[in-house]
Nanobody, 123 residues
């Protein structure tokens, strides 16, 4: 069993930066890659980024790769999503999830999800 808890969301202005946190716990947490997804109002869920726990290899979707970075702190069992130059279209509920295949945009399966953290970017 793995528990994921996101935090760090909030209301920011366009152009601001923000860091999201995904705290993982559970005996098998470090076995999984972790992905970030987002879901904007009225839209489907979108893969944003992922990181492999062991090798630290990262994957970021092309649409945000010049602004978003994903990283992790193994000692804290925490994955971060650093978001810079935020735009109103980044407004969404951001989730982290365990990810079976981090370079695949659907992860080829996600077993555990957090509850999400809301990001709202005002223009």
């Amino acid at each position: 069993q793995v528990q994921l808890v996101e935090s760090g969301g909030g209301l920011v202005q366009a152009g601001d930066s923000l860091r999201l946190f995904c705290a993982a716990s559970g005996r098998s947490a470090s076995r999984f890659a972790i992905a970030w997804f987002r879901q904007a109002p009225g839209k489907g869920r979108e893969y944003v980024a992922a990181i492999d726990w062991s090798a630290g290899k990262t994957y970021v979707v092309d649409s945000v790769k010049d602004r978003f970075t994903v990283s992790r702190d193994n000692a804290k069992n925490t994955v971060y999503l650093q978001m810079n130059s935020l735009k109103p279209e980044d407004t969404a509920l951001y989730y982290c999830a365990t990810c079976r295949v981090p370079y695949e945009k659907d992860c080829m399966g996600t077993d555990y999800w957090g509850q999400g953290t809301q990001l709202t970017v005002s223009s």
